[in-house]
């Protein structure tokens, strides 16, 4: 009997160094994938996928940028998602983080895999182009990555602090961390208030802009001028957004799909821990396949869900252990997780 | 052949696969204004809803409620007729409705959500594990049990509350309606009735009242069928009532037939009765075994009808989907269905009584802060100086109350025009308005029912019940709704309210049971309620204050009971001593009385009494003489709070005392008095100790209006005995 999965797609920033080569390495076998998404790429004026995955070292300045951090996750992600072996895994719902969004609309079906490819490519141009201010993140969980309290109150305090003369907001819940969207002002005073941890938080992700947050609404006309109403599809698969809302098959309004993908999502805070709160829940999923590239988004899932209680997880420790049995969680990004994933040959 | 759950299962599948399904009407769906996806989506609400009941019928031992919603499935298209901020008090078999609703809801777990319902998990988020309710605060649905028509009281009044005037702040906008569905068997109930009736009382005068009555005709009640036509004949020509009948197995036809009903309430702030034709499926319940009193050839042609095959008929006919996608789409809800419920089962359940028990007084943080007393008005009132009885103190008390708290509303028999039977409310209607000071029907369920919607609506209600008498048949709005609405809602929802109440004994020139009521044992054991007497017109207005308080701050709902006999009592000895009446102290300038705080007074420590209401100005008398007769001192304990019973503070009185007396003008039996005396026992209290009460009786009229009741020369005699006891 085949297992049920949720599939959760990765947002920006999960293809770094450790990640050049990854669509060579794993997806060789998909030359078709890489047209569709080569074929949205300006190629006057941007590098291909395989030239940025090929590439002899891995530059933020070129592979961090918002067109092809995008696009080379996209192709990545896609190609990991077309890898799941679908004799053993019915795949009951998906959804993602961020740009994540963009992929699970493409895996569900809701867009053509170069419908996808156009938006995604279309949005981070716009966003390298046009994207203001920035994303800082910060744990919101101990070292157990159980819900601390004191932290919670220090991020209500920052957000508190937002006014007209710096911008402050919640750009994602993202499971034990919390990401903050804010402008040059915002981003400054963030970085002087919050106390570090582990020597890694405040972290100041370098190229976002203050994604799903009211600094990006002029964006929005702007998308909708390129992208039009019709790339929309009633897909296949039921999908969880940023809000935590469930998109059926065929049982919504095109219209609807489009306003939130190119409205509410771009301007507003994306709550990936009610996406995985809802699609955990409602779809009671056998396992969690997280695609790649990079395996950083393991970690909210799993924080989530602690938060939840989820299976009894009520740590990080629980967690491990329960990962080291039979993995709740699969990482695409992860070479023995990805094993237990795709088709054998 | 019994197993009719997977009769209808198997049936679905069968018939979808072999394309056997009910015709259709092309142009229906666009007629209606529904798009392919619409008609997709409410059919995912229908399978959401089938198979949670096939789950709940196949998982018993895990799950612990089986009354299913199977066959009224199309409640969910009257969820799409009516606005996200409807407020719906709704039928235990809506679930369909409840899914719809919710699955518009960001972040909400719908499944999973009725699955910790069903489960009685301490997870689930609507009720905490205390029932298999249908509601939520996310969805504007206050949550109901399976209760019979009760409902419907509180529904009109939230409707009733929509047209009225407020300042403060209210829960539902001005252009909102309420939905309430009920079935055809609880139409027939008395409650029901009734508050149609005060539906319709209201809309044939011109009253608004936007309210969308649902009755889910399914021609039976438990076993009993209801006589065909019985509801048509009903309601269809109720004066001041808009009827408007649907299939309810057809998602199309009932969506567009709630959405005509709905825009006509809207439009014309008046009721209308949406009368729905559903099917049964399953019996009444899990254990109700249909075949008892159905012929197999019945159910069989009931099951026939299957509102999910007519959908199924209409995705076909109009080329929206498959059969096989159609049974595809059904398999896998069921799949998930299971998959959703069993996490659902690992789930926590209630395992304390006080985790039972924590959520019957909603909790304290609210958002509301009680407003400061008012200033010193300008114009200051022709009695102000005067000593006045108690009727005139509650009268300036309300005033202060009603100037003090825009959400405040008053209202009864005859409090507006009349001012109430004693006057008690004078001048009041025509000072705030009759938005804020109301004449009701003559009908305590209704009067109720207006204070807990009017209350769910963010008003604060104080309803007036004109005798003691009367609230009995009215009993049940207090007892199973109104105190119930916190512990079934984990403390989300709360109705607050104060219910003035006229009654006791000892009514000069008068008399006869139903005016002169000496009953509270009704209010006793409901938890969470609260009930108050006083016993004098200072009292009356301190205590009144801070009922109000413990209603607006704290949600909580209280009895405020006021003795008649003392409304207009100003000597206490003799004629004109006026020892019985005080100038009225505006609440700016006078203390508060706290819930639970006893007033005590009298020097002595030879005898203490313990009473509330008459029985404190009897004991008053008999001090008097007591002392001036028999240089006995005696100390009066004045309980004023008489549910919940300060335990601590009578048991401290009583272990300085030397011998006790409970003077009690309730029956002997049922009484506080019992009550005192239990807990005197338990506490070990071994003085002497008596208690004086009504005979176990009713009040009869004229003269012997009294003789049942305790009497100062009663309480005289007893203290003298019980100080002999214990010298």
Same mark, same amino acid.
């Given at each position: 009997?085949?297992?049920?999965?949720?599939?959760?797609?990765?947002?920006?920033?999960?293809?770094?160094?450790?990640?050049?080569?990854?669509?060579?390495?794993?997806?060789?076998?998909?030359?078709?994938?890489?047209?569709?998404?080569?074929?949205?790429?300006?190629?006057?004026?941007?590098?291909?996928?395989?030239?940025?995955?090929?590439?002899?070292?891995?530059?933020?300045?070129?592979?961090?940028?918002?067109?092809?951090?995008?696009?080379?996750?996209?192709?990545?992600?896609?190609?990991?998602?077309?890898?799941?072996?679908?004799?053993?895994?019915?795949?009951?719902?998906?959804?993602?983080?961020?740009?994540?969004?963009?992929?699970?609309?493409?895996?569900?079906?809701?867009?053509?895999?170069?419908?996808?490819?156009?938006?995604?490519?279309?949005?981070?141009?716009?966003?390298?182009?046009?994207?203001?201010?920035?994303?800082?993140?910060?744990?919101?969980?101990?070292?157990?990555?159980?819900?601390?309290?004191?932290?919670?109150?220090?991020?209500?305090?920052?957000?508190?602090?937002?006014?007209?003369?710096?911008?402050?907001?919640?750009?994602?819940?993202?499971?034990?961390?919390?990401?903050?969207?804010?402008?040059?002002?915002?981003?400054?005073?963030?970085?002087?208030?919050?106390?570090?941890?582990?020597?890694?938080?405040?972290?100041?992700?370098?190229?976002?802009?203050?994604?799903?947050?009211?600094?990006?609404?002029?964006?929005?006309?702007?998308?909708?001028?390129?992208?039009?109403?019709?790339?929309?599809?009633?897909?296949?698969?039921?999908?969880?957004?940023?809000?935590?809302?469930?998109?059926?098959?065929?049982?919504?309004?095109?219209?609807?799909?489009?306003?939130?993908?190119?409205?509410?999502?771009?301007?507003?805070?994306?709550?990936?821990?009610?996406?995985?709160?809802?699609?955990?829940?409602?779809?009671?999923?056998?396992?969690?396949?997280?695609?790649?590239?990079?395996?950083?988004?393991?970690?909210?899932?799993?924080?989530?869900?602690?938060?939840?209680?989820?299976?009894?997880?009520?740590?990080?420790?629980?967690?491990?252990?329960?990962?080291?049995?039979?993995?709740?969680?699969?990482?695409?990004?992860?070479?023995?997780?990805?094993?237990?994933?795709?088709?054998?040959? | 052949?019994?197993?009719?759950?997977?009769?209808?299962?198997?049936?679905?599948?069968?018939?979808?696969?072999?394309?056997?399904?009910?015709?259709?009407?092309?142009?229906?769906?666009?007629?209606?204004?529904?798009?392919?996806?619409?008609?997709?989506?409410?059919?995912?609400?229908?399978?959401?809803?089938?198979?949670?009941?096939?789950?709940?019928?196949?998982?018993?031992?895990?799950?612990?409620?089986?009354?299913?919603?199977?066959?009224?499935?199309?409640?969910?298209?009257?969820?799409?007729?009516?606005?996200?901020?409807?407020?719906?008090?709704?039928?235990?078999?809506?679930?369909?409705?409840?899914?719809?609703?919710?699955?518009?809801?960001?972040?909400?777990?719908?499944?999973?959500?009725?699955?910790?319902?069903?489960?009685?998990?301490?997870?689930?988020?609507?009720?905490?594990?205390?029932?298999?309710?249908?509601?939520?605060?996310?969805?504007?649905?206050?949550?109901?049990?399976?209760?019979?028509?009760?409902?419907?009281?509180?529904?009109?009044?939230?409707?009733?509350?929509?047209?009225?005037?407020?300042?403060?702040?209210?829960?539902?906008?001005?252009?909102?309606?309420?939905?309430?569905?009920?079935?055809?068997?609880?139409?027939?109930?008395?409650?029901?009735?009734?508050?149609?009736?005060?539906?319709?009382?209201?809309?044939?005068?011109?009253?608004?009242?936007?309210?969308?009555?649902?009755?889910?005709?399914?021609?039976?009640?438990?076993?009993?069928?209801?006589?065909?036509?019985?509801?048509?004949?009903?309601?269809?020509?109720?004066?001041?009532?808009?009827?408007?009948?649907?299939?309810?197995?057809?998602?199309?036809?009932?969506?567009?037939?709630?959405?005509?009903?709905?825009?006509?309430?809207?439009?014309?702030?008046?009721?209308?009765?949406?009368?729905?034709?559903?099917?049964?499926?399953?019996?009444?319940?899990?254990?109700?075994?249909?075949?008892?009193?159905?012929?197999?050839?019945?159910?069989?042609?009931?099951?026939?009808?299957?509102?999910?095959?007519?959908?199924?008929?209409?995705?076909?006919?109009?080329?929206? #989907?498959?059969?096989? *996608? &159609?049974?595809?789409?059904?398999?896998?809800?069921? /799949?998930?269905?299971?998959?959703?419920? @069993? %996490? +659902?089962?690992?789930?926590?359940?209630?395992?304390?009584?006080?985790?039972?028990?924590?959520?019957?007084?909603?909790?304290?943080?609210?958002?509301?802060?009680?407003?400061?007393?008012?200033?010193?008005?300008?114009?200051?009132?022709?009695?102000?100086?005067?000593?006045?009885?108690?009727?005139?103190?509650?009268?300036?008390?309300?005033?202060?109350?009603?100037?003090?708290?825009?959400?405040?509303?008053?209202?009864?028999?005859?409090?507006?025009?009349?001012?109430?039977?004693?006057?008690?409310?004078?001048?009041?209607?025509?000072?705030?308005?009759?938005?804020?000071?109301?004449?009701?029907?003559?009908?305590?369920?209704?009067?109720?029912?207006?204070?807990?919607?009017?209350?769910?609506?963010?008003? #604060?209600?104080?309803? *007036? &019940?004109?005798?003691?008498?009367?609230?009995?048949? /009215?009993?049940?709005?207090?007892?199973? @709704? %109104? +105190?119930?609405?916190?512990?079934?809602?984990?403390?989300?929802?709360?109705?607050?309210?104060?219910?003035?109440?006229?009654?006791?004994?000892?009514?000069?020139?008068?008399?006869?049971?139903?005016?002169?009521?000496?009953?509270?044992?009704?209010?006793?054991?409901?938890?969470?309620?609260?009930?108050?007497?006083?016993?004098?017109?200072?009292?009356?207005?301190?205590?009144?204050?801070?009922?109000?308080?413990?209603?607006?701050?704290?949600?909580?709902?209280?009895?405020?009971?006021?003795?008649?006999?003392?409304?207009?009592?100003?000597?206490?000895?003799?004629?004109?001593?006026?020892?019985?009446?005080?100038?009225?102290?505006?609440?700016?300038?006078?203390?508060?009385?706290?819930?639970?705080?006893?007033?005590?007074?009298?020097?002595?420590?030879?005898?203490?009494?313990?009473?509330?209401?008459?029985?404190?100005?009897?004991?008053?008398? +008999?001090?008097?003489?007591?002392?001036?007769?028999?240089?006995?001192?005696?100390?009066?304990?004045?309980?004023?709070?008489?549910?919940?019973?300060?335990?601590?503070?009578?048991?401290?009185?009583?272990?300085?005392?030397?011998?006790?007396?409970?003077?009690?003008?309730?029956?002997?039996?049922?009484?506080?008095?019992?009550?005192?005396?239990?807990?005197?026992?338990?506490?070990?209290?071994?003085?002497?100790?008596?208690?004086?009460?009504?005979?176990?009786?009713?009040?009869?009229?004229?003269?012997?209006?009294?003789?049942?009741?305790?009497?100062?020369?009663?309480?005289?005699?007893?203290?003298?005995?019980?100080?002999?006891?214990?010298?």
């Amino acid at each position: 009997m085949k297992e049920t999965a949720l599939v959760v797609c990765p947002g920006r920033g999960t293809y770094n160094a450790a990640e050049l080569g990854y669509f060579a390495k794993h997806h060789s076998d998909k030359p078709d994938l890489l047209a569709v998404v080569e074929g949205a790429r300006d190629e006057t004026r941007q590098p291909t996928i395989s030239e940025l995955d090929g590439a002899a070292s891995f530059k933020m300045s070129r592979h961090g940028t918002g067109d092809n951090a995008s696009a080379l996750i996209y192709a990545c992600a896609l190609g990991d998602f077309l890898a799941i072996d679908r004799e053993r895994f019915d795949i009951v719902a998906v959804t993602g983080n961020s740009m994540g969004w963009y992929l699970a609309l493409a895996c569900a079906g809701a867009l053509s895999h170069r419908n996808g490819a156009e938006l995604v490519n279309s949005m981070g141009t716009l966003m390298h182009n046009e994207g203001e201010g920035g994303q800082i993140v910060y744990p919101v969980v101990d070292e157990n990555w159980r819900p601390d309290p004191a932290k919670e109150a220090l991020v209500q305090q920052m957000l508190a602090a937002s006014s007209e003369s710096q911008f402050i907001a919640t750009s994602i819940r993202l499971g034990g961390l919390h990401v903050f969207a804010a402008d040059r002002a915002g981003l400054s005073y963030l970085s002087k208030h919050l106390p570090p941890v582990d020597d890694r938080y405040p972290m100041r992700l370098v190229h976002h802009a203050a994604f799903h947050s009211a600094l990006l609404t002029p964006i929005i006309k702007k998308a909708r001028a390129n992208l039009p109403q019709s790339i929309f599809e009633a897909g296949q698969i039921p999908m969880v957004d940023g809000r935590g809302m469930v998109w059926m098959p065929q049982a919504f309004d095109l219209g609807a799909l489009y306003r939130y993908t190119l409205g509410h999502q771009i301007d507003q805070t994306f709550d990936f821990s009610a996406a995985i709160d809802v699609a955990v829940k409602e779809f009671a999923p056998d396992r969690i396949i997280v695609l790649g590239p990079g395996s950083t988004l393991g970690a909210p899932v799993a924080q989530q869900l602690i938060r939840m209680n989820w299976r009894g997880l009520t740590g990080k420790q629980d967690f491990k252990a329960q990962q080291a049995t039979s993995p709740f969680i699969l990482s695409m990004g992860i070479d023995e997780q990805r094993a237990r994933v795709v088709a054998t040959a | 052949m019994f197993d009719r759950a997977a009769a209808i299962d198997d049936a679905f599948i069968r018939r979808v696969k072999a394309r056997d399904l009910p015709e259709s009407n092309a142009g229906a769906l666009a007629d209606a204004g529904l798009s392919n996806a619409d008609l997709v989506a409410l059919f995912d609400t229908q399978l959401m809803s089938r198979h949670l009941d096939l789950m709940a019928r196949r998982t018993k031992g895990k799950t612990y409620y089986s009354i299913g919603s199977a066959g009224h499935e199309a409640m969910a298209a009257v969820a799409r007729a009516v606005r996200p901020d409807d407020m719906a008090f709704l039928h235990y078999r809506d679930a369909g409705f409840v899914i719809e609703r919710r699955k518009a809801v960001p972040g909400a777990s719908v499944l999973y959500d009725m699955a910790l319902s069903f489960a009685a998990s301490a997870d689930d988020p609507v009720s905490g594990g205390r029932h298999k309710v249908l509601g939520g605060k996310d969805i504007m649905v206050p949550p109901q049990t399976s209760t019979i028509a009760s409902h419907l009281p509180k529904a009109m009044g939230a409707a009733h509350s929509i047209g009225l005037s407020c300042q403060g702040t209210r829960t539902l906008s001005r252009s909102s309606i309420v939905v309430c569905s009920f079935g055809d068997a609880s139409a027939n109930h008395s409650t029901a009735q009734g508050a149609i009736n005060a539906a319709c009382w209201a809309g044939y005068q011109g009253s608004p009242m936007p309210i969308l009555f649902v009755c889910e005709d399914n021609d039976i009640g438990i076993s009993v069928p209801t006589p065909g036509g019985w509801i048509e004949a009903n309601f269809r020509s109720r004066p001041g009532l808009h009827y408007v009948a649907g299939d309810g197995t057809d998602l199309i036809d009932t969506y567009a037939t709630a959405k005509r009903a709905a825009d006509h309430v809207r439009r014309a702030r008046k009721p209308a009765f949406l009368h729905l034709k559903t099917i049964r499926l399953m019996g009444h319940a899990g254990a109700d075994v249909e075949a008892g009193y159905r012929r197999l050839r019945e159910i069989e042609a009931v099951e026939a009808r299957d509102p999910l095959l007519k959908t199924a008929g209409q995705l076909v006919a109009f080329d929206i #989907l498959s059969p096989d *996608e &159609i049974n595809a789409r059904y398999e896998a809800m069921r /799949a998930r269905v299971m998959r959703v419920a @069993e %996490a +659902a089962f690992t789930r926590p359940k209630l395992a304390t009584a006080e985790a039972v028990k924590a959520s019957i007084i909603p909790p304290k943080h609210r958002d509301r802060n009680f407003p400061p007393a008012p200033q010193h008005t300008k114009k200051r009132p022709p009695d102000a100086d005067k000593s006045v009885p108690m009727s005139r103190h509650i009268n300036r008390a309300l005033d202060e109350i009603l100037a003090q708290i825009p959400e405040a509303l008053l209202f009864g028999e005859d409090v507006g025009r009349k001012g109430g039977v004693y006057g008690v409310t004078q001048g009041l209607r025509a000072r705030f308005g009759p938005a804020r000071v109301m004449d009701t029907l003559l009908d305590e369920q209704s009067i109720l029912g207006i204070a807990i919607g009017a209350a769910h609506n963010g008003f #604060l209600p104080i309803p *007036e &019940i004109q005798f003691l008498a009367y609230v009995h048949n /009215a009993e049940d709005q207090l007892r199973g @709704e %109104a +105190a119930t609405l916190s512990f079934f809602s984990d403390g989300q929802f709360t109705n607050p309210m104060v219910v003035r109440i006229a009654g006791l004994g000892y009514q000069k020139g008068f008399g006869g049971h139903f005016h002169n009521d000496n009953a509270l044992a009704v209010f006793r054991d409901i938890p969470g309620l609260i009930l108050a007497c006083p016993s004098s017109g200072r009292d009356a207005a301190r205590m009144l204050r801070e009922a109000v308080r413990l209603a607006y701050e704290e949600g909580r709902v209280v009895v405020f009971l006021e003795p008649i006999a003392l409304y207009n009592t100003v000597d206490l000895e003799s004629t004109g001593d006026k020892r019985w009446a005080e100038t009225y102290v505006p609440a700016i300038d006078d203390t508060p009385i706290n819930i639970g705080e006893p007033g005590i007074t009298g020097p002595g420590d030879d005898v203490t009494i313990f009473s509330y209401g008459n029985g404190i100005y009897l004991s008053h008398q +008999a001090a008097s003489s007591l002392q001036n007769e028999d240089n006995i001192k005696v100390r009066i304990v004045d309980l004023r709070w008489l549910v919940p019973l300060n335990v601590e503070g009578i048991v401290a009185e009583a272990q300085k005392a030397r011998a006790l007396l409970i003077v009690d003008e309730c029956r002997r039996s049922g009484s506080v008095s019992e009550a005192i005396m239990t807990h005197l026992f338990e506490a070990g209290i071994s003085v002497p100790t008596k208690r004086i009460n009504a005979e176990d009786s009713f009040i009869p009229l004229g003269t012997a209006a009294t003789i049942t009741l305790p009497s100062r020369d009663q309480i005289v005699a007893a203290v003298r005995t019980l100080d002999e006891a214990a010298s």
